[in-house]
């Protein structure tokens, strides 16, 4: 019998035994030019020695088979009692291993090439072969057609145990050596590295080094990146290699016995529960969109952190893994691997992209901006794997889905900016700060400020022309300012957004230095605040946004404020040190009641600023520098000439109380201005 002989080849010692019994089989079935060549394919399949066995057949045979085939009556040559002898041979191995609690893969290559070569038969004799159907006996074809359910109910089984025992466990560790080999093989290919997978898995995961993260810059088809194709780079064995050949004969055989919607659930039902696992493993659970808009922001965003690794580990590993396993295991049926891999990957996938739906009907903040523009540079930077993994697509659902996410997350981000700008202008605080020192709202805003040109590129493309937010009204001459030198034709939307940002903040804080009572603190103030918002834009990326002009505008108004700080507060002592007309005259003449006078006012003015402004604070040392050298050279100066002109006529015991400072003095008591110090007296030599 066929079958029989099969197995007797196959457990020969020899190639002559392999060969002998393959052309037994062949001259045997292999009638027609079809069938032959059927035949000399499956057989190829178990043993990769009879791929040639073409060459082992006379041209003769060959030439009449093609001319059996061409008669008028597609008939396989097989008579009704030879296909007897067939049937009975498969359905012998058929219903043995049916009885049998083993699985055939646990047995021996042996067995399941054996059974294989049965279900062969069975598929050929039920007329589903590539080959023209077989003409015999109804009553054959039915007991062909039971014996074949039977068998396709246990590669069912079998396939499903394979692909569940060999598949690969994955766990965090595992992602994250292949999301950083990944971005390893970018680097290398002229792109940036992608963020480390350890700052998003759980706690007991964690790792304690953590790659800086930077937003990817992919262009182009993934096939295009490196010049040729990045799937097999990119992919984690998900099943392993070595049942790849088993899982590919099973399926090819499920596929030819019509059994293909069947090996579509079993595949799929696997899978699918391992990629389940996965986003499992990445910290990603269902949630409803109802949950997560009750969720409290530190939680929101530590699963919006891991939703951003798990959407690259997802697309650029898992994914491409899946599509790699697709056109492996089911390379016999175009349309079945694109049907299994959608239905595998879109459940996860979906969960992955209404999350990211969620967060853009969420609540809008300031503190979720930056992590919404994470997520929008996340999933722009796998829309191109996503367009090439779903080019199957007819409907192209999902990058419809993630093209409008990225839409309503663009809309959040500029709705986001827009109130920010609002609540800087509107912000409501009347405290003054203590010794005129830099308002937490500048801290803030400046910080945040420098974190928007973090994502400048991102920005540019979402912003508009439009101003973001703010009362017309109020922030008129800051918005007239902003255009005064300003090119803002030559300004890209995110620097002309910063600048109106920055006016709203100027707004407020010119309002709120109007709360100090001593207008000297005020100017003060300003001087602090205006002079951080310049540094900070000056010492990062924003300088090169707002540009030159407006550093120089602004430095020239801090020098502004300081000479108005100098009139406001100095001018009293320096009052007390004009001659008032009696210098014209001879010094003796001079009342020394008079110089006295001048001298003790001089001396409690100076006291009491001393006392007064050593207790303010001005944080940045070059600027309190140049405040003590613009007074020493307005004070100094004048307080030697004076004391030079009149100090001889203050003669007597008591002309100390009266010269209580030398010039020095007052040089080293300026030192202490501004330094946020508990308020004592002027010290003065002894």
């Not at 790792?207 to 990817?216: D, F, G, K, T």
């Not at 696997?270 to 389940?276: A, K, W």
């Not at 004391?643 to 209580?660: D, E, P």
Request: aromatic share 6%.
């Amino acid at each position: 019998m066929a079958a029989a002989a099969a197995a007797a080849a196959a457990k020969g010692d020899g190639q002559e035994k392999v060969i002998a019994a393959a052309k037994h089989i062949v001259s045997s079935l292999g009638t027609s030019k079809s069938a032959t060549e059927d035949m000399i394919r499956i057989l190829s399949g178990f043993d990769n020695r009879l791929s040639t066995i073409n060459d082992l057949f006379p041209p003769s045979s060959v030439a009449d088979a093609a001319d059996a085939d061409d008669g008028d009556a597609q008939v396989d040559g097989v008579d009704d009692s030879e296909a007897e002898l067939r049937l009975e041979a498969a359905q012998k191995v058929v219903l043995r291993w049916d009885a049998s609690d083993s699985l055939l893969w646990e047995s021996s290559p042996e067995s399941a090439e054996e059974y294989l070569a049965a279900v062969s038969d069975l598929i050929f004799l039920a007329g589903y072969g590539a080959s023209p159907a077989v003409c015999i006996a109804d009553d054959l074809v039915t007991r062909a057609e039971v014996a074949l359910q039977i068998s396709m109910s246990r590669l069912e089984e079998e396939f499903r145990h394979l692909m569940v025992r060999n598949a690969v466990p994955l766990d965090s560790n595992d992602l994250c050596s292949s999301i950083r080999c990944l971005s390893l093989s970018f680097a290398s290919d002229g792109g940036e590295p992608i963020d480390d997978f350890e700052s998003s898995v759980d706690d007991e995961n964690q790792q304690q080094q953590q790659q800086q993260a930077v937003p990817e810059q992919l262009e182009g088809s993934p096939e295009d990146r490196s010049g040729s194709s990045l799937v097999d780079d990119r992919c984690l064995d998900l099943i392993h290699p070595e049942v790849i050949t088993d899982l590919k004969m099973i399926a090819e055989h499920m596929i030819l016995a019509k059994y293909d919607r069947e090996l579509h659930q079993v595949y799929c039902t696997v899978r699918r529960d391992i990629l389940d696992e996965c986003l499992s493993i990445l910290g990603i659970d269902r949630i409803s969109i109802e949950e997560v808009q009750r969720i409290e922001w530190r939680m929101l965003d530590d699963k919006m952190k891991k939703w951003i690794q798990a959407l690259k580990i997802v697309v650029r590993i898992l994914l491409w893994g899946e599509r790699r396993l697709c056109d492996q295991i089911l390379a016999a049926s175009e349309e079945l691997k694109e049907e299994c891999f959608m239905e595998t990957v879109k459940g996860s996938v979906m969960q992955l992209l209404n999350f990211g739906d969620a967060i853009t009907i969420c609540q809008r903040s300031a503190e979720k901006l930056f992590r919404m523009l994470d997520m929008y540079d996340a999933l722009a930077d796998v829309l191109p794997d996503l367009q090439a993994l779903f080019a199957g697509d007819p409907k192209d659902l999902i990058c419809e889905a993630v093209e409008g996410i990225l839409k309503r997350l663009g809309n959040s981000v500029k709705r986001t900016l827009m109130e920010f700008g609002n609540a800087i202008q509107r912000e409501p605080s009347r405290r003054p700060t203590q010794g005129g020192e830099i308002h937490p709202m500048a801290r803030y805003v400046m910080n945040y400020v420098r974190l928007l040109a973090d994502y400048m590129d991102t920005l540019n493309l979402l912003l508009d022309d439009e101003v973001i937010g703010g009362d017309q009204g109020n922030a008129e001459s800051y918005n007239s300012r902003i255009s005064d030198g300003e090119n803002l034709e030559s300004m890209t939307p995110l620097g002309h957004h910063i600048l109106v940002i920055i006016s709203y903040l100027e707004f407020n804080l010119d309002e709120k230095s109007k709360i100090y009572e001593d207008g000297a603190m005020r100017y003060i103030f300003l001087m602090n605040n205006i002079n951080y918002i310049v540094n900070k834009i000056k010492d990062s990326d924003l300088g090169k946004l707002v540009g030159d002009h407006w550093i120089r505008k602004h430095r020239s108004q801090i020098r502004q404020y300081a000479r108005t700080y100098l009139r406001t507060s100095w001018i009293k002592v320096l009052s007390c040190l004009k001659d008032d007309g009696f210098g014209s005259g001879s010094s003796s003449s001079v009342s020394k009641v008079t110089l006295k006078d001048k001298f003790k006012n001089f001396n409690l003015a100076f006291e009491e600023i001393y006392r007064v402004q050593t207790t303010w604070k001005v944080p940045d040392p070059q600027l309190r520098e140049e405040l003590r050298i613009l007074v020493s050279e307005a004070v100094i100066p004048a307080y030697r000439s004076f004391m030079g002109r009149f100090g001889s006529q203050l003669g007597g015991r008591h002309a100390t109380k009266h010269l209580k400072y030398t010039p020095d003095d007052l040089e080293s008591n300026l030192s202490d201005l501004f330094e946020g110090l508990p308020g004592f007296a002027p010290r003065k030599k002894t």
